[in-house]
Nanobody
């Protein structure tokens, strides 16, 4: 059974930090693009960051660049999203996802349809 288990969400004040974790089980970790997506209330889900488990290519949405850092621990089949200087507009449900496409690529890392496996989500709330 494939599982992507997110944790680390919570409520913080603006300027604060959180670290999300996503533990992957039930699939071979290598050969995937691991992505973090988020859905703000009333909006469509959007790609936030992605990291390839092969060559390790990394991509960020412009809105989080220089504030968020994606990383991975291959030995633990775990992907992290360190979120610093959080803003109220970062409030959303955050999802971890895996796309079995070898690695992440600049033209496709945001394509939700390529991600076969999704976690249940973890809520991040940032107050002003």
């Amino acid at each position: 059974q494939v599982q992507l288990m997110e944790s680390g969400g919570g409520s913080v004040q603006a300027g604060g930090s959180l670290r999300l974790s996503c533990v992957v089980s039930g699939i071979v970790y290598s050969g995937n693009c691991m992505g973090w997506f988020r859905r703000e209330p009333g909006k469509e889900r959007e790609g936030v960051a992605a990291i390839g488990t092969g060559a390790g290519y990394i991509f960020y949405a412009d809105s989080v660049k220089d504030r968020f850092t994606i990383s991975q621990d291959r030995a633990k089949n775990t992907v992290y999203l360190q979120m610093n200087n959080l803003k109220p507009e970062d409030t959303a449900e955050y999802y971890c996802a895996a796309a079995p496409v070898g690695d992440c690529y600049s033209g496709s890392w945001r394509n939700e349809w390529e991600f076969d496996y999704w976690g249940q989500g973890t809520q991040v709330t940032v107050s002003a």
